[in-house]
C-alpha cells in the first residue's frame, strides 16, 4: 500500500509519501514548507490565527500532492510547538474541518521514540534530533529503548531567547544548553553511551553542507557524513560573526534556516562535548520514516 506522513514541526512542515512493501518503506516523495508554528505561539501559549489559518492551507495543500502522488492513507502528527500550545485542541479541530485529517499530538517520549525508529538501523546507537522547540536524545537498538527524552531546548525557541550576534554570543548559548541538558547528562553517561550516533534535522544537514562546501540539497553527500565536533564548532564560529544577509547568500544553507541555525549548532556543540561524543552521522531520516514504521511495520 502506498501511505503519507505530514509532520507539523515547530520550525517546518514536511510530508513522506512512501509504500509499504516487504516490510520495508520504499520513499516515494518528500516535501517541505518552512512554516514556523513555535515562532507564533503568543505571549499566553496560543498559536496565532493567522498561524492557524496558514497550516490549513498547507496542510490542506500538502494533503492533496499526496492523493494526487496514490496515497491511499494519509497520517497527520504535531510535535514541540503545537503539544507546547494552549489551544492545541482548536488548532486539531479547525485542521480537521479544514483537511478531514486528525492531529495525533505526540508526547515528547514519542516524538523521540519516531525519530529513532526513522534514523536508526538493527545496532545500538545513540540519536540526536534537534528541531526547532525541543531536542530528543535517544539511546536503543531497534524498539528498545534504553534512554529516550526530550529537552526544552530547540533552535527557534533559543533564538527567540537570546540573540546571537557575535561568536561570544554563540558560545554563551551553547552553555544555556549545557544548563537545559545538565539534569539528563548524568543519566545518559551512566547507560555506556554508545559508539554509533546519528543526528536528525536541519542542523545537521547544513553543518554537513557548509562542512563540505557543497548545496544543502545534495542529500547523497550529506545523509551518511560523519561530522565531527571540530567541524561543528568551525561552522558555528563562521557563522555567528557572519551578517545575515551574508549568510543567506551561502550555498549550503537553506535561506529559511540563516537566522535560527546558528542556536542549532550551539545546541550541537554543547551535546557533543557533554556527552563526548567525538563524531556524528548525519541522517537524512527521521520521524516522518519511524511514524510510517511505527504504523505498519512493527
Not at 183 to 203: C, F, R, S, Y
Not at 228 to 247: F, I, K, S, Y
Not at 251 to 272: E, F, N, S, T, W
Request: one cysteine or more; hydrophobic letters at 45%; proline letters at 3%.
Amino acid at each position: 500500500m502506498r501511505a503519507a506522513a505530514i509532520g507539523i514541526g515547530s520550525n517546518s512542515l514536511r510530508m513522506l509519501v512512501a509504500d509499504v512493501k516487504d516490510a520495508q518503506l520504499h520513499r516515494v516523495l518528500r516535501d517541505r514548507e518552512g512554516l514556523r508554528v513555535f515562532a507564533a505561539l503568543d505571549d499566553h501559549g496560543d498559536i496565532a490565527e493567522a498561524m492557524i489559518a496558514q497550516a490549513c492551507r498547507s496542510v490542506g495543500a500538502m494533503a492533496r500532492r499526496a492523493r494526487d502522488n496514490g496515497a491511499q492513507t494519509i497520517h497527520l502528527f504535531a510535535t514541540s510547538a503545537v503539544r507546547d500550545a494552549r489551544n492545541q485542541q482548536a488548532f486539531a479541530e479547525w485542521l480537521y474541518a479544514a483537511t478531514g485529517l486528525r492531529l495525533t499530538i505526540c508526547t515528547g517520549e514519542t516524538e523521540a521514540k519516531l525519530s529513532f525508529l526513522g534514523a536508526t538501523g538493527p545496532e545500538r546507537s545513540g540519536m540526536i534530533d534537534i528541531g526547532g522547540g525541543s531536542t530528543e536524545i535517544v539511546i536503543g537498538q531497534g524498539e528498545t529503548l534504553e534512554y529516550a527524552e526530550s529537552l526544552q531546548m530547540g533552535a527557534v525557541r533559543l533564538f527567540r531567547a537570546m540573540p546571537i550576534r557575535t561568536v561570544k554570543e554563540a558560545h554563551a548559548v551553547v552553555r544555556r544548553a549545557g544548563e537545559t541538558l545538565s539534569a539528563e547528562k548524568t543519566k545518559i553517561v551512566a547507560l555506556h553511551t554508545p559508539d554509533n550516533w546519528v543526528g536528525v534535522g536541519g542542523t545537521f544537514t547544513t553543518a554537513a553542507a557548509l562542512s563540505q562546501n557543497i548545496p544543502w540539497d545534495d542529500r547523497k553527500r550529506i545523509h551518511g557524513y560523519p561530522i565531527t565536533l571540530e567541524q561543528v564548532t568551525a561552522v558555528m564560529e563562521r557563522l555567528a560573526a557572519m551578517p545575515l544577509p551574508q549568510r543567506m547568500k551561502l550555498p549550503g544553507l537553506q535561506p529559511q534556516r540563516a537566522d535560527i541555525i546558528v542556536h542549532g549548532l550551539a545546541i550541537l556543540k554543547c551535546v557533543m562535548e557533554e556527552l563526548s561524543i567525538g563524531t556524528i552521522a548525519v541522517s537524512e531520516y527521521g520521524n516522518l520514516e519511524g511514524f510510517l514504521k511505527w504504523k505498519y511495520l512493527r
